[in-house]
């Protein structure tokens, strides 16, 4: 019956269930606010100007899609494999495998960028420390805060993610504030109209804005730790709101306040309207946010990708001591093993050339955008097997159901296909990575164990 395979939680028995919906919700949120919208909104405006805003509209339904299909699956479900078990439930081994791995691979590697990046922002005031004495600290400090219970991970991320959230609140009042006050003229169309790159440029800048929205997948996976089943479709819906008002606000804010075709030219768009509303040391202040917003990511990716590949060792995908859990309830290997990622940035960022780290950084997008398209179609394949009497007794129903996640499989397809097409080192990333996930899969799928009681 499909609602009742108990697959996932024999497997991951061990686990404390001790986080919250709030706790849980930060963890995502934590996960997804990072460097790409406080310093990279000047690409996606670059190539659609203001009508960039349609392009966080249509990004903010795909999303919505991933995360109500996410919610009811996790409802039913909880567990830390999460899109990897559902894929591996409604669709088929090589899909669920696949999902799992790629997103592990790619988030683990995040970790050591977020690392990188951290480093960097210190040298602006501490230039003459080394950056990799930075790496190491934090590194340091990410991992001991990793090996403590659940709970204590969850109110440390919880805190150390509210930073962001409150400095993107900050800036969408201080912005309204600007526009409403008429100390700025609004820039919806001064230069050269709501449109400047033509009518189909929102299209082209949607797949910069799913970007951003990447980590709302990263819910499905705290479910496993959730203090409560009924937290869970709470979480779901606190974590896209929350996400989709942070981002459309700030863009229509940005937009609004700074001319499109300046924005990002000798400073971040959002240090340029901070300075504008006369916060103080506006550069000092951004450079301490976006430091925070580079060691949250990391935090909340760590958690991820050891909780990812503690529910491989248990179902046989990985070695089985990457399963095992300390007395604290974390899985310490799994931990160590997820932090490869700070070494391989490291190494790359320092000694290969730049077009290694933008293949590398191409695979890793391809793993992440993976779980949303894997998720849908396990959605789909979820509600096809239900009697209508079944989906009226879920915990938690899609408002979209079955044809929401339809569209947004096709939407998030569309966007993959385009950027596969117009970047050639996403493709040829993408390509080497799923080769070699798919070897992996072949070599592990006659060696897997039987998982207990398997459908």
């Known amino acids: 019956m499909p609602l009742s395979p108990t697959v996932p939680e024999i497997q991951e028995q061990g686990l404390h269930h001790q986080l919250t919906a709030g706790q849980m919700t930060m963890v995502a949120v934590g ?11 000047a690409a996606a405006l670059e190539i659609a100007g203001p009508s960039v805003i349609l392009s966080y509209l249509v990004a903010a339904f795909i999303a919505y899609t991933v995360a109500m299909a996410l919610g009811e699956l996790a ?11 559902y894929g591996e439930l409604y669709l088929n081994q090589y899909l669920g495998f696949l999902c799992r791995a790629g997103y592990w691979a790619s988030i683990a590697f995040s970790i050591g960028a977020e690392l990188v990046a951290s480093a960097t922002y210190m040298t602006y005031w501490l230039p003459a420390v080394p950056g990799e004495v930075w790496v190491f600290v934090f590194s340091a400090l990410l991992l001991l805060v990793n090996l403590r219970s659940v709970s204590s991970f969850g109110r440390f991320e919880f805190w150390f993610a509210m930073i962001k959230f409150a400095t993107i609140v900050a800036f969408i009042l201080a912005g309204a504030a600007l526009l409403v006050s008429g100390r700025v003229t609004p820039q919806y169309t001064a230069q050269g109209g709501f449109f400047p790159r033509g009518p189909i440029a929102p299209l082209l800048a949607v797949f910069l804005a799913i970007y951003a929205f990447g980590g709302v997948e990263m819910l499905a996976v705290t479910t496993g730790e959730s203090r409560s089943s009924k937290d869970i479709p709470r979480a779901a819906r606190l974590t896209f709101f929350l996400l989709a008002g942070l981002y459309l606000g700030a863009i229509v804010v940005l937009v609004g306040v700074m001319p499109w075709n300046h924005a990002g030219v000798s400073e971040s768009p959002f240090v340029s309207v901070l300075r504008l509303a006369k916060v103080p040391a506006a550069a000092y202040f951004m450079n301490f946010v976006v ?4 060691l949250s990511g990391a935090n909340a990716k760590l958690y991820v990708a050891s909780r990812l590949l503690f529910s491989m060792g248990r179902s046989g995908w990985a070695p089985a001591s990457v399963g095992r859990l300390n007395a604290s309830g974390s899985p310490r290997l799994a931990l160590l093993v997820s932090s490869y990622g700070i070494v391989t940035a490291i190494i ?8 290694a780290f933008l293949y590398i950084m191409g695979a890793a ?13 396990a959605h789909v394949s979820f509600r096809r097997r239900l009697t209508p009497q079944q989906v009226a007794a879920l915990p938690m129903r899609s408002p979209l159901g079955i044809w929401g996640s339809i569209l947004g499989f096709v939407l998030v397809s569309i966007a993959v296909i385009h950027t596969l097409v117009s ?12 080769t070699a996930l798919t070897i992996a899969y072949l070599l592990l799928k006659n060696r897997r164990r ?3 009681n398997s459908p």
């Open 31 to 41: 996960g997804s606010i990072g460097t790409g919208l406080l310093l990279g909104s």
């Open 365 to 377: 997008f391809s793993g992440l955008i993976l779980s949303w398209v894997v998720s849908l179609a």
């Open 75 to 85: 409802s039913v479900h909880p567990s830390a494999g999460s899109f990897g078990v």
């Open 291 to 294: 430091l925070t917003a580079a």
């Open 423 to 434: 970047t050639r080192v996403n493709a040829i990333g993408g390509l080497i990575f799923f």
């Open 450 to 452: 039987s998982p207990p």
């Open 348 to 355: 790359i960022e320092n000694w290969a050339p730049k077009q």
